[in-house]
């Protein structure tokens, strides 16, 4: 199947399975084309494959009106799906935040499934899977799954990134006090993640960190951070407002399993400023070594994010 490779999905409710519900809601769909194959997934009716030029949402669909969706987006290794389960638990996690129909895993799960068995089996793809609140006052949310060539990063896998610091403008804590800013979700509205970046490139950097207005080191825009210091590895600690990264994760089993301390907690960015070493992580870019903060050399140990992308790489799950 060539690529972009794009399916429309119906969801089901999170407590249907797909033998029981024999409704196919109507969603923010405007048209679709293309015929099933025939596969063991029972929920293959709920699958749409269609080109992916083809027209396919509502022009009053909220994912584009106003960003009420979420997403996740994972990595195809030679046809390895990474992580699923975990960005399935992130994405029903992000729906329960933001009052969103909870996602059904195993409609999810098979979905993966299936386009997985439809994508190139060798190289790095880009998976991305989204949820909508759908059209206003509609009767159903939309959701599609669209498949991409992963950008080549090799280069900067080799050689890493600058990286600024950015206030958020919030501080630690702010999430728990007002959970309507959505801050633990990995919604569809991405504007000031892509802004941060823009500011890091007229710095003179290439990525970010977000950081509390009382000075806690939050996450990258587009990324998890893991520093090492005083012989750990850290990463803040998962909250309200920071998601919890599941490369970040799979590295920090990968480290357990080799008796390195790895933690979760509070870390500021003095400590940061005094770590020997930084990485930024994350599902299709995998890990990337920190060579300057704040315009500032900063000791960058590349030979740890090239036995961890080894590592990612070579998983077949």
Not at 90 to 98: G, H
Not at 130 to 138: F, K
Not at 206 to 218: H, I, P, Q, R, S
């Amino acid at each position: 199947m060539p690529l972009p490779f794009t399916l429309l999905i119906d969801p089901l409710p999170a407590d249907s399975d797909a033998d029981s519900d024999n409704t196919v809601h109507e969603s923010s769909v405007q048209s679709r084309s293309g015929s099933v194959p025939e596969q063991d997934s029972a929920f293959e009716r709920t699958f749409h494959e269609i080109e992916s030029s083809a027209p396919a949402l509502r022009v009053a669909e909220l994912s584009t009106q106003r960003g009420d969706g979420i997403f996740e987006t994972l990595s195809v290794v030679d046809g390895h799906p990474q992580e699923v389960e975990a960005h399935i638990s992130r994405l029903r996690n992000s729906a329960a935040i933001c009052d969103l129909p909870v996602p059904n895993a195993a409609q999810w799960r098979a979905a993966i499934a299936y386009a997985v068995k439809r994508l190139p089996q060798q190289g790095e793809l880009a998976l991305k899977f989204v949820l909508s609140r759908g059209v206003e006052h509609g009767p159903a949310p939309t959701a599609w799954l669209h498949a991409t060539v992963a950008p080549d990063y090799r280069s900067v896998r080799e050689n890493g990134v600058r990286v600024v610091t950015l206030d958020r403008g919030y501080p630690r804590g702010v999430a728990e006090r007002a959970p309507w800013l959505l801050m633990g979700a990995k919604t569809l509205s991405y504007a000031i993640n892509m802004a941060a970046i823009r500011e890091a490139k007229r710095r003179g950097a290439e990525d970010a960190l977000f950081l509390t207005t009382d000075g806690y080191v939050m996450e990258g825009p587009t990324s998890s951070v893991i520093v090492r210091l005083d012989g750990r590895y850290i990463t803040p600690a998962p909250s309200g407002a920071i998601l919890h990264g599941t490369t970040q994760q799979s590295i920090f089993e990968h480290l357990q399993n080799r008796g390195e301390r790895a933690e979760y907690r509070d870390l500021t960015v003095d400590e940061l400023r005094r770590a020997d070493a930084a990485w930024l992580v994350s599902s299709v870019r995998l890990a990337v070594a920190v060579t300057a903060l704040d315009g500032e050399a900063f000791p960058a140990d590349h030979a740890v994010a090239r036995e961890w992308n080894a590592f990612l790489l070579g998983r077949t799950a």
